[in-house]
């Protein structure tokens, strides 16, 4: 299927068959054509990353320029995201804290060189992008900052039902991040089984428990 | 102006003493004196002394040196050459940047196998060799701005394409380019990230590489940097001077037009 994809976006490219059937016309659509067969053309599938990692699905494609998308496909992102969201097993939503601060420093997994795609060996990333435990001044800034996330939300006992919204949300965001920003720079952790359900509870208690570093 | 720091700049500094102010430094004071520190000996010397070298001495099946190889500007000439690419050769028909077209003249010249070289591992074999002939050569358009060509038809193709490559996102992690270069002010962990869909100045981004890697005493060229990118991204491997690694080029060259370049640089 991949081969038949690229011969025939290089013969669209080529503009020699133009008029084919399923060949769009026009010189945006010969440059999309041109495009992804320059992409089939350039990259190689080395360990875990394989040539499907360059398919995109609707956020991604939709997602892919300067512009943000309208505001109906956005909303359709959206509420995809959101359906796509497996809530915690048993409505368990949190772990350990004391487990998730090296789930929170390390940014390993998902690139060539890693060995498996196994969760197990993956890192979270997340201070990569955001401030979090006060102590860590190596974070990023692309991400806003987490550090008293549960603290200012107003989460001081998790089993307190006005604070479920927030610890719902907190599992959504991490689970499939699209869900609330069509185009969120952030990976969908749970979505992408990047992290499974155990890491992303460990998670959660670092962000909301009110005895994590986080919310002192 | 904003500069990364390591771990391994952090140590430099205690080394030399530097201990007290630390907690008050920005991480962008903290290199900037780890530069002026090795302001008299970037390691990047040695690789444009091993790259000279390497231009001016008959090797290959063809027992040539690269004196010959036209990097743009005519037969030979390498003053400025790098401020200009990539561009369009037309002897390949394509556009090229440096490390492509470095292969073109090894095979047409020396006799080498530009396809063999290209299908190496970075830091191994000729690759190496490719690595600090384009470390000299950049070296040779220090202090001028980017002015790459955009007459050709296929030149302002690569720069389009180059324009959707930067912000194509895919792979598991929904990375483009733009997630870490598109926005004004950000960075990952202390690292102090470039905007590239427009020009960030002198001395960054692509007028920044080559570069000497302090964190792993690595000499980078802009295709090891473009891969390690698409590495970071969970995209599948770009091969070696593929025309993605050149559209991208195109695209970050064009737009930082006039960009004072410094390479070989010092990085993290």
């Given amino acids: ?216 | 102006m904003k500069h990364p720091i390591t771990l391994t700049a952090l140590a430099a500094l205690a080394l030399t003493g530097a201990t007290a102010a630390w907690a008050q430094k920005t991480a962008s004071d903290g290199i900037a004196e780890y530069r002026e520190l090795l302001a008299d000996g970037n390691p990047a010397e040695l690789f444009e002394v091993k790259g000279e070298e390497l231009w001016k001495k008959a090797r290959g099946p063809k027992n040539a040196s690269l004196e010959k190889c036209d990097l743009g500007k005519g037969p030979g000439v390498v003053k400025g050459a790098w401020a200009e690419l990539p561009r369009y050769f037309a002897d390949t028909g394509r556009v090229q940047d440096l490390e492509s077209r470095l292969l073109t003249c090894m095979e047409t010249l020396q006799g080498f196998k530009a396809a063999e070289i290209a299908k190496l591992d970075f830091g191994k074999g000729e690759m190496a060799n490719v690595t600090a002939l384009s470390t000299w050569i950049s070296g040779q358009s220090k202090g001028f701005g980017f002015n790459l060509p955009q007459n050709h038809a296929l030149e302002r193709k690569m720069y389009a394409l180059g324009e959707k490559a930067f912000f194509y996102r895919g792979g598991p992690m929904d990375f483009s380019c733009a997630s870490c270069h598109g926005e004004e002010g950000k960075r990952i962990r202390l690292q102090d990230l470039p905007v590239l869909y427009k020009n960030p100045g002198d001395g960054l981004g692509m007028a920044a590489w080559p570069a000497y890697r302090v964190s792993n005493g690595q000499m980078w060229g802009m295709q090891q940097r473009l891969s390690d990118c698409y590495r970071l991204q969970r995209f599948p491997n770009p091969d070696f001077a593929s025309d993605v690694t050149i559209a991208l080029q195109t695209y970050m060259g064009v737009n930082q037009k006039g960009a004072k370049i410094i390479t070989p640089a010092l990085k993290r």
């Fill in chain 1, 1 to 216: 299927m991949k081969i038949d994809k690229k011969l025939a976006g290089l013969a669209c490219a080529a503009g020699a068959a133009v008029l084919l059937a399923g060949c769009a016309t026009g010189p945006s659509a010969n440059l999309d054509a041109e495009f992804k067969a320059m992409l089939q053309n350039s990259f190689s599938a080395r360990g875990i990353a394989k040539m499907d990692r360059l398919d995109q699905d609707l956020g991604q494609a939709a997602c892919s320029s300067a512009k943000q998308p309208p505001e109906a496909v956005l909303k359709q992102i959206e509420g995809e995201a959101l359906a796509s969201i497996k809530w915690p097993t048993g409505g368990q939503y949190f772990g350990d804290w004391t487990r998730a601060d090296k789930l929170a420093q390390s940014g390993v997994g998902m690139a060539w060189n890693n060995p498996t795609t196994d969760p197990k060996t993956n890192g979270g990333q997340c201070y990569n992008c955001h401030q979090i435990d006060k102590k860590e001044i190596s974070f990023g800034t692309i991400g806003p900052s987490l550090y008293n996330y549960g603290k200012l939300r107003g989460v001081k006992d998790v089993t307190d039902p006005k604070v479920a919204p927030i610890i719902q949300y907190t599992w959504g965001k991490l689970y499939n991040s699209k869900a609330y920003a069509g185009c969120s720079n952030m990976p969908r952790f749970g979505h992408a089984k990047i992290l499974d359900e155990e890491q992303m509870r460990d998670l959660m208690s670092l962000l909301l428990d009110p005895r994590s570093p986080v919310n002192q």
